[in-house]
């Protein structure tokens, strides 16, 4: 399930090209939803962080699927309000992604990293490689990567200290493409040094139709979870 304390967002590289947060943010402000009347504005919710609390039963959580939460015009107060809450509430996992690693380093020692929280950086190719070395130098005890979109091919990546692998291919009406011969390299490496890969999909235009099998299987490996142990 998703949670969004903040919304809104700006465009840092290639792979923000055809954000979904975005065109999601200006449909849902064009409907009428409150939250969303700045459209694509970077704005904090403070009445968004009660909801983790009411939740019954453990849930994965994405935190920020219509935002970042390191993005430069949110508060370093807000974000620890929201760190405040995942670590109150180590039932859940929280799961953060991010495309602005100077930030997330620059304020990395001002949070509590508890075993619920995991930490990701996007990598849609080698120009923004080096995000994995600035996730690498932070306190997260779970980190991942989301290479997706992938369109460019990622050989030799530097995983040591990197728990999740997740790559997927591009969607929607003008989709970039990515190349089997990237997906199976990047899977023989995280194989290699035992990090766990998840496949989500080919993507594409019909991305349902092109599915998610490689190697005539799915991967849809995960890191341990561990809950309730973290404060
Ligand atoms: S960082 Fe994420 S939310 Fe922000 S513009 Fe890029 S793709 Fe969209």
Known sequence: MTWNPTTGCSKVS????????????????????????DAFEVREH???????????KSKIVFVNSMSDLFHEKVSLEFIKRVFKVMN?????????????????????????????????????????????DYLRNTKSRTKFLSLEPLIGPLPNMNLEGIDWVI????????????????????????????????FKQWGGRNKKKNGRILNGRTYDEMPEIELQRSV
């Open 167 to 198: 790559v997927g291919g591009e969607s929607g009406h003008n989709p970039r493409p990515m190349n089997p011969d990237w997906v199976l390299d990047i899977q023989e490496q995280c194989e290699r040094v035992d990090v766990a890969f998840f």
């Open 14 to 37: 290639q792979g923000c090209k055809h954000c979904y947060a975005e065109i999601m943010s200006n449909r849902l402000q064009a409907m009428g939803v409150e939250k969303y009347r």
């Open 88 to 132: 109150e509430n180590p039932q859940h996992v929280f799961q953060v992604l991010t495309k602005r690693h100077e930030r997330l380093l620059d304020v990395h020692n001002e949070l509590k990293w508890t075993h619920n929280i995991w930490m990701g950086v996007s990598v849609e190719d080698q120009k923004v490689e080096h995000r994995i």
């Open 46 to 56: 403070p009445e968004a962080l009660k909801i983790p609390y009411t939740w019954k």
